[in-house]
């Protein structure tokens, strides 16, 4: 059983930054893809980053040259450092596993282990 366990998350004002990180526990292997996904009320839940086992990164283009997504296997925890955040940039912050070994997806579908969330809020 996988268990991810998001935090970090707060109330900042716009331009600050936030750290978020999400420690997993069960069956966490360097060689699945971690993903970070958000969702605001009303809002479909999108895809922000995700990070290879092997620490290659890509992300959604609301967020790219602001956020930075890494891994630390040897704890089982995903990092997001946000920077430079917008109140466009509220909402809560998931942190997902991916489904199939060594590829990465930006599809929520393809993500089959989700934390509960930890919630950021922007204030201008």
């Known amino acids: 059983q996988v268990q991810l366990v998001e935090s970090g998350g707060g109330s900042v004002q716009a331009g600050g930054s936030l750290r978020l990180s999400c420690v997993g526990s069960g069956y966490i292997s360097s060689s699945y893809c971690m993903g970070w996904f958000r969702e605001d009320p009303g809002k479909e839940r999108e895809w922000v980053a995700y990070?290879?086992?092997?620490?290659?990164?890509q992300y959604a283009d609301s967020v790219k040259g602001r956020f930075t997504a890494s891994r630390d296997n040897s704890k089982n925890t995903l990092f997001l450092q946000m920077n430079s955040l917008k109140p466009d940039d509220s909402a809560v912050y998931y942190c997902?596993?991916?489904?199939?070994?060594?590829?990465?997806?930006?599809?929520?579908?393809?993500?089959?282990?989700w934390g509960r969330g930890t919630q950021v809020n922007v204030s201008s």
């Open positions: 997902a596993r991916r489904s199939n070994l060594y590829t990465c997806s930006s599809t929520m579908g393809d993500y089959n282990y």
């Open positions: 990070v290879s086992g092997g620490g290659t990164t």
